[in-house]
């Protein structure tokens, strides 16, 4: 869990809009474990420790189902502390019966997919050690290969799932971006993550900080040239990223607005906002 600590980059926090608060609040406290830090008539907070905020979900007015071929979230991902906490996932999942999307093996982690009633992805996964990831000329070998679900499933420990354990963080956050090169140069030149994965193809690619094998993805699959969501649409309304500190926000603001980004101060949030249109949160 290094990797989402202080003096890292790294993202801490998701927004999401949502068409129905109730139905959402019920699919992620049952289906995904999280936890209600606060609610209102209109929004929730989650968290996985009782203490520290990893989801909020809202419900707008007017609120408009999610189109696909937009920018905005591809899939939020909850990085848990250990593999038996995965496989106490799908054991809970699978005894749920509630649709998996996908279940992966990406030689640097193990990860579960799958999408809440609105259609927002969500990857649930845990790390191989660090120690094990391969790189190549700066690259992190990834790839998306079938999930050993026996193998996994054996790993429960005969252990009962309960929610989301403590430890639990967002690992990283995949989005859909309208053009990848001015991604890139918005996340590394900007806020300051290293390309470290473009060897999926054309259509993505992945940054990230101090060696880990991403905190955010990018791609095209669906989004190539697309415009963003309607501001009430079902789907992200903004994250978080946090910086070491102030001098190392300071400096990023300095580099963006020199870039010709889009940031503002807004109650108190240093916000900006990538080629895509996906707003940011700058933290310390």
Known sequence: MGFHQKATIFV?????????????????????????????????VLTADGVTPLLKIEQPENPLPRKQNRTGLYHFALLLPDRSDLARVLLHLLQSGYPLQGASDHLVSEA??????????????????????????????????PLNGEDLLAATGGVKWAGLPEGTVMGHI????ADLDKAERFYCEGLGFELVNSLYGQSARFVSSSGYHHHIGLNT????????????????????????????????????????????????????????????????
């Open 112 to 145: 579960l997919y799958l999408a809440d009633p609105d259609g927002n992805g969500i990857e649930i996964y845990s790390d191989r050690p660090s120690e094990t990831w391969k790189w190549q000329n700066g690259q992190v070998i990834m790839a998306t290969e």
């Open 12 to 44: 801490r926090d998701v927004h999401l809009l949502v068409q129905d608060l109730q139905r959402s609040l019920s699919f992620y406290q049952d289906v995904i474990g999280f936890k209600t830090l606060s609610s209102s008539a209109s929004q929730a």
């Open 221 to 284: 699959w669906h989004s190539k040239g697309a415009p963003a969501p309607e501001k009430n649409s079902a789907g992200l309304k903004s994250y978080s990223v946090v910086l070491p500190d102030e001098n190392s926000r300071d400096e990023t603001v300095q580099r963006l607005q020199q870039m010709g980004e889009w940031v503002i101060e807004q109650n108190g949030l240093l916000l900006t906002k990538d080629p895509s249109g996906n707003v940011i949160h700058l933290l310390v």
């Open 174 to 177: 995949h989005l859909q971006v």
